[in-house]
């Protein structure tokens, strides 16, 4: 398999380091030069990458393309090219579905969606990919745990779930800096809620029968201190607007939010 990436951009340069790096499949990697101190520094750090002088080039030297380009440029950047029936194409663009895509990138016609996350470098990532048993399937499985679909709806769902991260940061940074407001060092602040949320997503894992309900009430004793901050937040609204933020995020991953690039017509 020769793999090319249009995009050249974050999300790409942690797959091929996760596929590139010592252990890994090491697969010949074409990149677009879109992007080109990163895809100069990658080839030169892997003997498998190489930087093409333009998209259509990666095309040409490749079987398997990823998209990896940002939804509001993907109709543009692809409407330039000339995909072939041979070519599979696995998409990572957000909101276009694979009958979308198809229209797109014709005539070829072997595609599939996944969503790697950044710790795909590390091959330690949840990748959610659908068709299940796809070409998505096998590129990513050196690269975690890969959860096959066989609904876009559900990728859609997973992609929405995935928001989340910024917020998750934003979350920790929050009460380190409270923390560190009492006069600990902040990076010693930064360490200790990095390692707590850390011990609680292990936990999560390791008691995959109990829900995450059942855990958030195990953790909540009755006039304790983790009672009072949930009781303070569900009290508030807290999680309401997370839902309201999550349903927001879905239409446009579903491609269904009104005046957005990624909207498709009604069939």
């Avoid at 599979?88 to 276009?96: C, H, P, R, Y």
């Avoid at 009290?235 to 491609?255: N, Q, W």
Wanted: contains cysteine; glycine residues 8%.
């Amino acid at each position: 398999m020769t793999l090319g990436f249009l995009g050249t951009g974050a999300i790409t340069e942690a797959i091929v380091h996760g596929l590139s790096s010592p252990g890994g499949p090491a697969h010949p990697i074409r990149l677009s030069p879109r992007n080109a101190t990163l895809a100069a520094a990658l080839a030169a750090r892997y003997e498998n990458v190489s930087v093409c002088p333009a998209n259509q080039a990666v095309l040409d030297a490749s079987d398997t393309v990823v998209l990896a380009v940002r939804p509001q440029v993907t109709p543009e950047v692809l409407a330039e090219l000339h995909f072939a029936p041979e070519h599979t194409v696995i998409s990572l663009v957000a909101g276009f579905s694979v009958d979308h895509l198809a229209r797109l990138v014709k005539p070829a016609t072997r595609i599939s969606r996944a969503i790697p996350l950044p710790s795909v470098a590390q091959r330690r990532s949840p990748i959610a990919v659908y068709p299940s048993r796809s070409a998505a399937a096998g590129l990513f499985a050196p690269l975690g745990q890969v959860f096959g679909l066989d609904t876009e709806a559900h990728l859609n769902a997973f992609s929405t779930a995935t928001s989340t991260m910024a917020a998750y940061f934003a979350f920790m940074g929050q009460i380190s800096s409270w923390v560190a407001a009492r006069g600990i060092p902040e990076q010693q602040a930064r360490q200790y809620i990095a390692q707590l949320f850390a011990g609680l997503a292990g936990t999560g894992l390791e008691t995959t029968g109990r829900t995450p309900a059942d855990l958030a009430a195990a953790h909540s004793t009755p006039g304790g201190l983790n009672e009072q901050v949930l009781r303070h937040l569900t009290t508030h609204g807290v999680f309401e607007i997370l839902t309201e933020a999550l349903d927001a995020v879905h239409r446009r991953a579903s491609g269904l939010e009104s005046g957005s690039p990624t909207a498709e017509k009604s069939a």
